[in-house]
């Protein structure tokens, strides 16, 4: 099995509809991520958690929300989706610690989202 | 002016050929990260380092701290090298991403 497993894979949606994209990880890490990525463009940071209690808004948490169910667990969903949340979406860990300032990364394979 | 900066955007070469992709940071960082994206697919963690160099396989990736530069260098490319690789770097605790370069191995 995969270290970070994300669902649904692909999912194509319409304009004002509710999605949930899930993230689980056999890591045991804290750290968890989630990023969208656009054709030509950088991965850009939706929302970060530290561990269950601690959930931060990255650059563009505008228009989705998350929760962090358990320390496996993180899901990102789109209240009402709209076009331009058309995108790549990874999930992502770290075992960053204090100790090490730095930790290795983990992604999901990635959840590709339509909305039309 | 972007906190991290890849060079070139866009690579295409021949099979065989030594590759350099550079990043260049403007900010503090505790570490370098390498990743790897293949067309459609998930991104993969080739390198984290802080200082020096590290080799696995044909991959080789330098970081030069008071220049504030990475290079990833690989040798005898091969078509299946073909992907975007990314740099990230840690500063303040936090992830900073470059935009990534796309590189394309001619058979």
């Known amino acids: 099995d995969a270290d970070v497993t994300q669902t649904p894979r692909n999912r194509i949606t319409k304009t004002g509809k509710r999605i949930m994209l899930e993230c689980s990880q056999t890591?045991?890490?804290?750290?968890m991520y989630w990023y969208r990525q656009d054709p030509g463009l950088g991965l850009r940071l939706i929302y970060y958690?530290?561990?269950?209690?601690?959930?931060n808004k990255g650059e563009i948490s505008d228009g989705y929300s998350v929760s962090r169910q358990a320390q496996a667990k993180f899901s990102l969903s789109l209240e009402s989706a709209i076009p331009n949340q058309t995108a790549l979406y990874f999930c992502?860990?770290?075992?960053?610690?204090?100790?090490?300032?730095?930790?290795?990364?983990?992604f999901g394979e990635g959840s590709r989202l339509t909305v039309l | 002016k972007n906190e991290v900066e890849q060079s070139p955007q866009n690579l295409t070469a021949q099979e065989g050929e030594f590759i350099t992709i550079n990043c260049s940071y403007s900010?503090?960082?505790?570490?370098l990260h390498w990743l790897q994206q293949h067309p459609g697919g998930g991104i993969v963690s080739l390198f984290m380092?802080?200082?020096?160099?590290k080799k696995h396989g044909r991959l080789i990736a330098t970081i030069n701290i008071q220049e504030k530069h990475s290079s990833l260098h690989i040798t005898a490319s091969h078509p299946r090298d073909s992907a975007v690789y990314i740099c990230?770097?840690?500063?303040?605790?936090?992830?900073?991403w470059g935009a990534g370069t796309k590189l394309i191995i001619k058979p």
């Open positions: 992502a860990t770290s075992d960053w610690t204090f100790s090490k300032n730095t930790g290795e990364l983990f």
């Open positions: 890591k045991g890490h804290d750290r």
């Open positions: 958690s530290f561990d269950v209690k601690d959930i």
């Open positions: 900010v503090g960082i505790s570490a």
């Open positions: 380092l802080s200082s020096g160099k």
């Open positions: 990230a770097l840690y500063s303040n605790y936090q992830l900073i």
